[in-house]
C-alpha cells in the first residue's frame, strides 16, 4: 500500500511508544524487546496517534526543527515504520 499525505495512521496494538528517562530517548516497546529512536524518529512516531494525517504529521515535525523541508525524511520513515508493521492505516 501506498502512504498518502491525507492518510491517518495509527500504532500497532502491540506496540507503545513512551518517553523513557533513562534511555534519554522515545523508545517503540514490544512483546520481544524494545527499540531506542533516534530524536527525529521519535518526534514522528510520538505523532502517530489515530487521529493526524501524514500532512499533519509532517507539518508538525516541520515546525519542531524550524520550519526544515522534512517532508521526504518523514514519508521515508513511515513507510519503513509501516513495513516493519509498527504502524497501520486506521
Known amino acids: 500500500m501506498e502512504l498518502k499525505n491525507e492518510t491517518i495512521l495509527e500504532i500497532v ?3 507503545r511508544v513512551q518517553w523513557e528517562e ?7 516497546l514490544y512483546p ?3 527499540v531506542k529512536l533516534s530524536q527525529s524518529a521519535g518526534e514522528i512516531m510520538k505523532r502517530v496517534d489515530g487521529k493526524k494525517s501524514i500532512s499533519d504529521i509532517i507539518m508538525d515535525v516541520s515546525a519542531t526543527f ?3 523541508d522534512v517532508n521526504e525524511d518523514v514519508m521515508k520513515f513511515l513507510e519503513v515504520v509501516y ?6 492505516v486506521k
Do not use: K, L, S
Open 83 to 88: 513495513g516493519n508493521g509498527w504502524i497501520r
Open 13 to 15: 496494538p502491540t506496540f
Open 32 to 34: 520481544e524487546g524494545m
Open 66 to 68: 524550524d520550519g526544515a
Open 22 to 28: 533513562v534511555q534519554n530517548c522515545y523508545v517503540v
